[in-house]
Structures are given as structure tokens and as C-alpha cells.
């Protein structure tokens, strides 16, 4: 049982390049997020979707776009990398029972370096 | 919107003392909480969730916490640390139906021999 896996785990881009990173989870939940961490800031919420094919903006959404084609896979893009975007990125994913939430489970994290 | 707020980055503390970790939210009708640890170059591991019931909520590696819905507060409890507690402390929270998280900014706990 793999819970969340993303990949990659590492990477560095040019300014400008894109890129996407993939989240994929084995536990059927329906919903599934992405936070980016940064020193003093926390985890903060990039995009987040409450079931296949939905997608919503999160706290710091500008410079990314998500998709959730199906419902085990949560894609983050990068369209035209920055060095703001240099960060530690984690997916997450969690299920609910009725307004109670459960299994809130995140992927070991992607570094993600832009120069 | 809801707000979560950990007013200390660092807490250095000796090997088996007692420490607390504050954690303080803004106001809901209705919450859930949550406390995680992340060791370093690691992922975020669930330490324990209050949901509903018992305000007082035992987690793994010995970390309790109490649920203050006057004082609005969530602060995590060791009776004893150890050398390997040593790892950044987030607290989160969520609101009922917005099916999403909101994290503070972490506690950096450093145990010291």
C-alpha cells in the first residue's frame, strides 16, 4: 500500500521552463491537495479537489494550474518557473465522513529548485 | 477564514523535561484539529486529530492535547522528551464542509542532551 506518491522527488529548473508534478494515491479518497512549504511560512494551500475532474484555488494559487483528469492523479504545472517558486511542494489526500475529516495523508514532498 | 497561529518557531528543551507546544486558531462554530510532526527531509506524520468527544486527545510517541474551545487553543504535551523528539510541529485546523486544511506556521522543537 503506497498511499501518496509524487514524483519527482528533486528537481531543478531554468527560469522560465515548466514542468509538471505528479501526485498519484492508492486509497480511493476524494479529495487531494497541494501545499508548497517554505522556512517561517508553514504549508500553504496551493489548489485542492473535492472530487474527479474538480479543481479550486487554495491560499497561493498564482503561477500554477492543476488538473485531476482521474480520480487517483493530482497534476501540478508550472507554466513559466520563477525563482518564488523555489520550494518544497507536498500532495495530500484525505476522505471524509460527512463533515468529519479522515485519513489526511501526505506524499514524501518534491524539491523543487528554480534558478 | 480561518486562521491558525503557533506563536513559537523554536522551543529548545532539555532531554526529559516536560514542553508545550501552543497552538491557537481563530473562532468556528465547528472544528477539527490537528497536530503533525516532520522530521527532517521528511513528509508530514499525523501526532494526533481532535474531531469530536474528549477533550483531552492522546497521539503516538507519548504527545497529548487539550481542545480549549473558550481559549480557543490546541497546545501539544510531552511529560518527558526525547533526543529524538527533535523535529518541526504544525498544528492545523479545519472547518466543517471546507474540506480543506489550514496549517500554522510550525514549532521547531530542539531537544538538547
Known amino acids: 500500500n503506497a498511499g501518496v506518491t509524487q514524483t519527482p522527488k528533486f528537481r531543478v529548473l531554468k527560469t522560465g521552463q515548466s514542468m509538471t508534478l505528479l501526485c498519484a494515491q492508492d486509497?480511493?479518497?476524494?479529495?487531494m491537495y497541494w501545499y508548497r512549504q517554505d522556512p517561517g511560512m508553514g504549508l500553504r494551500l496551493i489548489h485542492y479537489?473535492?472530487?474527479?475532474?474538480?479543481?479550486a484555488k487554495g491560499e497561493v494559487p498564482d503561477g500554477y494550474n492543476v488538473s485531476r483528469l482521474k480520480k487517483q492523479n493530482f497534476l501540478l504545472g508550472l507554466e513559466s518557473a520563477a525563482p518564488s517558486q523555489t520550494s518544497v511542494y507536498f500532495c495530500?489526500?484525505?476522505?471524509?465522513?460527512?463533515?468529519?475529516?479522515?485519513?489526511?495523508?501526505f506524499g514524501s514532498g518534491t524539491r523543487l529548485t528554480v534558478v | 477564514a480561518q486562521s491558525v497561529t503557533q506563536l513559537d518557531s523554536q522551543v529548545p528543551v532539555f532531554e526529559e523535561a516536560p514542553v508545550e507546544l501552543r497552538c491557537n486558531y481563530s473562532?468556528?462554530?465547528?472544528?477539527?484539529l490537528f497536530w503533525y510532526v516532520q522530521y527532517p527531509n521528511q513528509g508530514l506524520q499525523l501526532l494526533l486529530k481532535?474531531?469530536?468527544?474528549?477533550?483531552l486527545v492522546k497521539g503516538i510517541n507519548g504527545f497529548e492535547a487539550e481542545f480549549n474551545k473558550s481559549q480557543t487553543s490546541f497546545h501539544l504535551r510531552k511529560p518527558s522528551v526525547h533526543i529524538s523528539d527533535t523535529a518541526e510541529y504544525f498544528c492545523?485546523?479545519?472547518?466543517?464542509?471546507?474540506?480543506?486544511?489550514?496549517f500554522g506556521t510550525g514549532t521547531r522543537l530542539k531537544v538538547l542532551a
Open positions: 495530500a489526500s484525505s476522505y471524509y465522513k460527512g463533515p468529519q475529516p479522515y485519513g489526511y495523508t
Open positions: 486509497m480511493n479518497h476524494e479529495y
Open positions: 479537489s473535492v472530487g474527479e475532474g474538480t479543481t
Open positions: 473562532s468556528s462554530v465547528s472544528v477539527y
Open positions: 481532535y474531531l469530536s468527544g474528549s477533550t
Open positions: 492545523a485546523v479545519s472547518d466543517s464542509g471546507t474540506y480543506k486544511y489550514i
